[in-house]
Structures are given as structure tokens and as C-alpha cells.
């Protein structure tokens, strides 16, 4: 159980856009990042800088998430909030969207730091997921190393979403799951329910993605 948090560490909190690679958030990024109230900082690692923070107290990463004190949390925020200064142009009036496809794996971290946080999490067939994140040329890092072999890229996926699962009933926090299937299908319809989740109207712009189907990512 994580700590409750005063009124003073409260703030700006933004939705976290993740899925396995290759689900479509690439193309969901594309879109939400077309509409005038919304803006995605894509693949910065604020996160990993956090976890090395919380490493370093008392207990190490993850045992001191469930003691962390308000003043804890307070740093943890002001380090986030500097790091997408540092990373991007961000405005007051929009909807940040901080897109990492693999901090689903982190939901614990986030949840620590920003009890209120809401997620788009991208769902594509596993089958699809997996054979194409095999044959993707992938830069290799610590997590890519994985797709050199089918075994190895399937059992990522196993843990990943088997970890994304478990974070779902654990916890009771906002999600919405966006089918990569249906949003090629029905697209409009798909992102207008996006779109309500995240509060925001339904903005045209949106629609010269409409006929593309650029690569899932």
C-alpha cells in the first residue's frame, strides 16, 4: 500500500502510453500527438532516472516504494518534471502523454509517484507481436537483446504482459486498451473512444492518419 499524498505534492500528472513493442503505439503516438491538446514526449528514460533515485534509498528498488515518505515523493516529481524540461518544450494547457512502451513493466514505480495516473495501454495479437518483433532490427539495448530468437522474444512477451496483468488486479487504476486490430479497422471509431477516455474533443486532424497504416511499433 502506498503512502497517501498531501495536498502538497500534488500537480500535473501525465497519462502513460505502453504496450509491448510492435503493439502500435508508434501509430497511436502519431495520433494523439496530431491533436491541439495533447502532447507525447516519446521514449525518454524519466523513469529509469527514478528507479536509480529510489535505488539508492533505504532498501533499494522496488522494497522502498512502500515506504517512501511524501518528501520521497516530492523529490521523485521535481526530478521527473526537470527531466521533461530538459527533454522536450512541454505547455501547461495540454495533455502530456510520456509514451514508453515498456514501463508497463513499471506501473508499481508510477503508481508510487503518481497515485492518480492513468494509462492507454496498445494490445496487438501475440502471435504478430512476437514473429515481428523477431524479424525487427531492433537497436540493440538491454531490452531488445531479447527478439535475437522466437523463444526468447515469447517468453519477454509472456513476463511483460504476465507482469501487466498482475499490476491490473492489484491495483485499482484507470486504463483504457487500445486493440491495434480494431484501430485499423474502425478507426474513428476507436480514437473517439481514446478521446473520451482522455477527456478532449473530437478533433478532424486526426483524420489524414485515417487511410495510413504506418508501422505499429
Known sequence: ?????????????PFFLVGFPRSGTTLLDQILDSHPLIQVIEEQPMLDVLKSMISKLP??????????????IQELRKAYCSLLNKFTSTFPDKILIDKYRLNLIHVGLIKAIFPHAK??????????????CFMQPFKLNNAMA?????????????RALGLWIKYTGLFA???HTVKYEQLVDS?????????AFLKVDWHDGVLKLCGTRPPPG
Open 146 to 158: 531479447n527478439f535475437y530468437s522466437l523463444e526468447d522474444s515469447a517468453y519477454l512477451y509472456h
Open 187 to 195: 478507426f474513428e471509431l476507436v480514437i473517439r473512444e481514446l478521446f
Open 119 to 132: 494509462f492507454i495501454f496498445a494490445l496487438r495479437h501475440p502471435c504478430d507481436v512476437v514473429l515481428s
Open 173 to 175: 487504476f484507470d486504463y
Open 59 to 72: 532498501g533499494g528498488y522496488p522494497e522502498a516504494l512502500s515506504t517512501l515518505e511524501e518528501a520521497d
Open 1 to 13: 500500500m502506498w503512502r497517501a499524498l498531501s495536498a502538497s505534492v500534488q500537480g500535473q500528472t
